[in-house]
């Protein structure tokens, strides 16, 4: 460096004592400097001419004033004596600058056609090319990555060749053939071209003249483990760590956890665990912490279990305080610096890392707690003490709560609303928490009193936490009052845009209040975020069925076997009348959910329309095992029976239908018609039950006529009444769609048609919404969060779907 330099330098430089000449020596001859025979030097007048190169000189014993006389005859063009002359030569004119000489010759251009200078330029190509290659994996350009490495490869093997070619073999730059092999392995292996790749490494680690080169063993043992190797990647991993030096402590520590990792992979704990306890003695850490907790629940060890977890929340972070991002009123100067580093990369760096920290604890704390003691409940009471006696405190509020999620998922509803109704009395920030799951809990057991009292509550404690706002909303939207649950939703966004669910909800709310076109673009809107979501793309089905179908080929898209969602489509084919395609939809419906009473009866009926009979009776079969108590399903059995032709088995299942329902006049009447027109002698047994039914029905129907009037006047009442709210009882939507159909299927021949006659009329096959009336609540503002780790839990949060 150049304090080395100059240390060198003043080991020439003669200190004056008072026994020494100050000016003896100045005056002796040197060769080097002698300016007659510069001009005949030509090493030094090509340095001169072109400024390349650089004629060394012949003794390296120079003073500091031997550097400094050379500096000034190359920039002024002649020597500064260092010593003293009496007077100037007798004629000669004073002339420092050699301004006489006239104008000093032109510098020579370069000539790029030198071996040299063409060495030179294709060194700088190959470095642009390792460079345009490493900017390429930069902006996830592999393959170009990769075509730019070979590149480079090449370019570096023809500059070996015209060295050789020069005969400077002895002056190949390893350096470089080392950064375009290592680049070239590299994008190998960014390509999943691992063999190319081991190839490329194992060419730098077989060199000896690469120094270092054996820590590449840790990028081949990487390529190892992709592959699934994992006794090579540990052998790979050892070589490595024994070839890098204690000094490199951080990254042995780093190879370590990877042999600890893989010995996990591979099904051995006690040999991870030895990888692990090393690095946690000498380097501990957050992420080693937690595999080692991990790998002491596989083996079933309930102490060290405690052991490790004590350590986990011990681990230094090395993250200071956050006091010192706190505004300082005092100080302007400090309150500008604190604002200029509050939001710094350094500090989001970390926060991250605490996030990380936390997320650890929390995971590891809800995989031990059921395993370290007898009972969950114990085992979370431990680690809530010891998280309390860290500097993780806030973390013990978090894992109360989980316990209660916990009790949830035992489905011990009582103990879940108890533990979370112990925060009622501690700070805002949790109680406003553990009021929102309570609400949101109610709200699932539809007692929407309560669910409206700790929704104010959660509220009460936090003003600005959206979650809580969006159940307060809910509860309004169940009690119709969709102005001011709207109004709700509206102040949930504000406080945060994020929150999908309260823009959901608020399409809902326009949908309540029909107004479709602000309804329409809350949930355009929506989609623009959140493109899969089937949810949302089905409620765009506002728009006209041509839109509406085009939405739901869309949902299909994304969820392909959804029955309801197929059922839907073939319902707006049908209204379409485009019955081939309606047909396609209904049936891909009926196979993947073959229990839909409504698509059963429309497949019936199209085959029915069709006169496919015989294909009909499959479906009313299936129609009749899911609703056995309903006699029709049975009665059109034994139609399709008739209507095909075969009346042996239509009587049989008439017979049978009369057993089950011996009341019912339909079955009476075809009883006494088949019997009659196959000339069978029970036709006088049905036709006597047939007349003692009818007469039955008719003294029925006297005794309650008065009955009747009063029933249906009172039913009219009720529907004029209840005719505002028609729109929002998803219900009574699907018992008019049903009705309908029935109606139609009741309009197919009856007892006074021929037997081969097929109705002309068109079936009205209607079907209820494939995502029922779930899709019309409103989502809550729940939290529910899953971890990244194989042992994630649910946990009540902001987004989960009272379904």
């Avoid at 004592?17 to 001009?39: C, I, Q, R």
């Avoid at 006389?69 to 002339?95: C, K, M, N, Q, V």
């Avoid at 090319?129 to 350009?141: D, H, P, R, V, Y």
């Avoid at 076109?517 to 949810?535: P, T, V």
Wanted: charged share 30%; proline share 3%; with cysteine.
């Amino acid at each position: 460096g150049p304090k080395e330099n100059t240390q060198g330098a003043m080991e020439h430089v003669h200190l004056a004592v008072e026994e020494e000449d100050l000016y003896s020596g100045y005056n002796d001859y040197n060769p080097t400097f002698d300016s007659e025979e510069l001009e005949n030097d030509v090493g030094f007048q090509q340095a001169v001419r072109i400024s390349h190169g650089r004629r060394p000189p012949v003794s390296t014993d120079y003073s500091v004033t031997s550097y400094f006389e050379i500096y000034h005859y190359i920039i002024f063009g002649f020597p500064i004596a260092a010593g003293y002359t009496s007077s100037l030569t007798r004629g000669s004119t004073f002339d420092p600058l050699g301004q006489s000489r006239g104008p000093a010759a032109p510098l020579e251009a370069k000539n790029e056609d030198t071996p040299e200078e063409k060495i030179k330029i294709l060194e700088k190509k190959v470095n642009d090319l390792i460079k345009e290659s490493c900017m390429a994996q930069s902006s996830g350009a592999s393959q170009l990555a990769l075509e730019k490495a070979k590149e480079a490869g090449r370019k570096e093997r023809t500059l070996v060749r015209q060295r050789e070619h020069s005969g400077n073999a002895d002056h190949i730059n390893l350096d470089l053939t080392y950064s375009v092999l290592l680049n070239l392995a590299n994008q190998y292996a960014n390509n999943d071209m691992f063999p190319e790749a081991l190839n490329s490494y194992q060419v730098i680690v077989k060199n000896k003249m690469f120094s270092n080169a054996g820590r590449l063993k840790v990028n081949m043992a990487n390529i190892y483990v992709k592959q699934k190797s994992y006794p090579k990647a540990i052998k790979f991993y050892r070589m490595a760590l024994d070839q890098i030096s204690n000094a490199h402590k951080e990254m042995r520590i780093k190879i370590m956890q990877n042999i600890g990792v893989v010995f996990v992979r591979m099904g051995q704990y006690s040999d991870a665990i030895t990888s692990f306890e090393h690095i946690m003695s000498e380097s501990p850490n957050i992420k080693t912490g937690f595999n080692l907790i991990l790998c002491y629940y596989a083996i079933g060890d309930r102490e060290r279990m405690k052991k490790a977890f004590q350590k986990l929340i011990s681990v230094p972070l090395g993250v200071d305080d956050e006091d010192k991002y706190l505004p300082s009123h005092d100080d302007t100067d400090s309150e500008m610096v604190i604002e200029a580093i509050k939001n710094d990369k350094l500090h989001q760096m970390e926060r991250d890392l605490k996030v990380l920290a936390e997320k650890y604890i929390m995971t590891a704390a809800k995989l031990i707690a059921p395993a370290i003691e007898t009972s969950f409940v114990t085992g979370f009471d431990w680690c809530v003490d010891m998280v309390k006696s860290s500097h993780y405190v806030e973390l013990a509020n978090d894992l109360e709560i989980n316990k209660a999620i916990t009790y949830l998922r035992q489905k011990d509803f009582n103990q879940a609303v108890e533990t979370l109704k112990t925060f009622e009395k501690k700070d805002s920030r949790v109680k406003s928490a553990a009021a929102t799951n309570l609400s949101f809990l109610y709200f699932l057991e539809k007692d929407y009193d309560q669910a409206d009292r700790y929704a104010d509550l959660a509220m009460t404690a936090d003003r600005y936490n959206p979650a809580a706002i969006i159940n307060k909303a809910n509860t309004m939207f169940v009690k119709q009052d969709y102005e001011k649950a709207g109004e709700l939703y509206k102040e949930a966004l504000r406080n945060d845009s994020s929150f999908t669910e309260a823009l959901y909800n608020l399409g809902l709310t326009y949908k309540g209040l029909n107004h479709l076109e602000e309804a329409l673009d809350c949930f355009l809107k929506l989609h623009a975020i959140l493109r899969n979501s089937a949810q949302v793309m089905y409620q765009l089905l506002l728009e006209e069925p041509q839109q509406a179908i085009e939405w739901l080929i869309q949902v299909l898209s994304v969820t392909h076997t959804d029955p309801r969602a197929l059922a839907k489509l073939g319902e707006l084919y049908d209204g379409e009348g485009d019955k081939s395609q309606a047909f396609q939809y209904y049936y891909e419906s009926f196979r993947y959910f073959p229990s839909n009473i409504d698509v059963i009866e429309w497949l019936g009926a199209y085959y029915i329309e069709t006169q496919f009979c015989e294909k009909a009776i499959q479906y009313f079969e299936r129609a009749t095992l899911i609703q056995p108590t309903q006699v029709k399903w049975q009665l059109m059995v034994a139609s399709c029976y008739r209507r095909s032709g075969n009346y042996q088995r239509a009587l049989e299942t008439y017979k049978d239908i009369h057993r089950k329902f011996p009341e019912n006049m339909e079955c009476l009447r075809f009883l006494v018609r088949l019997c009659t027109d196959m000339g069978l002698k029970e036709v006088q047994e049905y036709a006597t039950k047939l007349k003692k039914a009818e007469k039955m029905k008719e003294i029925r129907e006297q005794r309650g006529k008065s009955g009747r009037e009063g029933s249906a006047r009172s039913r009219r009442e009720g529907r004029e009444g209840s005719a505002g709210n028609s729109g929002h009882s998803s219900s009574s939507n699907n018992n008019n769609k049903r009705e309908r159909l029935s109606a139609k299927m009741r309009s197919l021949p009856g007892s006074n048609e021929p037997y081969e006659a097929s109705s002309p009329k068109e079936i009205d096959a209607s079907y209820v919404d494939p995502l029922g009336p779930q899709m019309e609540r409103p989502k809550t503002g729940a939290k529910k969060r899953v971890e990244d780790d194989d042992f994630a839990d649910e946990e009540l949060g902001d987004d989960l779907l009272p379904e």
